[in-house]
């Protein structure tokens, strides 16, 4: 079995290293990072106009950036186990997120523009240290 790449049904590709990623970042529809050891949110993610879900749970990343905003396709992030504090304003403007897992990390408050994330169906928070949820969270539907 090929470890770096395989292949969906729909003719997707699915990526398990940021090396391989890189070398046709315009067929990157899933990207899975889990255990990398990454210690900071990859830039080479905003060369990638089709990724649609992300996964780097279990790192050491402590910060997302503002500009995750660009991501623009993305339905699914999990970013599980690392040491995230906060999450950007502009994580709101992610219009196709429909999954966001932010469990096990070291999240003391969510902003207020999770409310905005009109498509959301599964938010995990769990093992956080979250004394409240904005009351923006009423907003979310689904």
């Not at 050491?60 to 992030?77: R, V």
């Amino acid at each position: 079995m090929n470890t770096e790449t395989s292949t969906s049904e729909s003719g997707l590709l699915t990526f398990y290293s940021l090396e391989s990623a890189m070398k046709a970042p315009e067929k990157v529809n899933k990207l899975d990072l889990h255990f990398k050891d990454l210690n900071k949110f990859p830039d080479e993610l905003f060369q990638m106009p089709n990724l649609s879900e992300l996964v780097l749970w279990n790192n050491q990343i402590s910060e997302i950036p503002e500009s995750i905003s660009k991501l623009k396709s993305l339905k699914k992030l999990d970013l599980s186990g690392n040491k995230i504090k906060t999450l950007p304003n502009s994580i709101g403007e992610l219009d196709n997120l429909n999954t966001l897992v932010v469990s096990w990390n070291e999240l003391e408050s969510l902003p207020d523009t999770i409310g905005n994330l009109k498509n959301l169906i599964r938010l995990g928070l769990n093992n956080n240290k979250l004394k409240s949820i904005p009351d923006s969270i009423g907003n979310l539907k689904n």
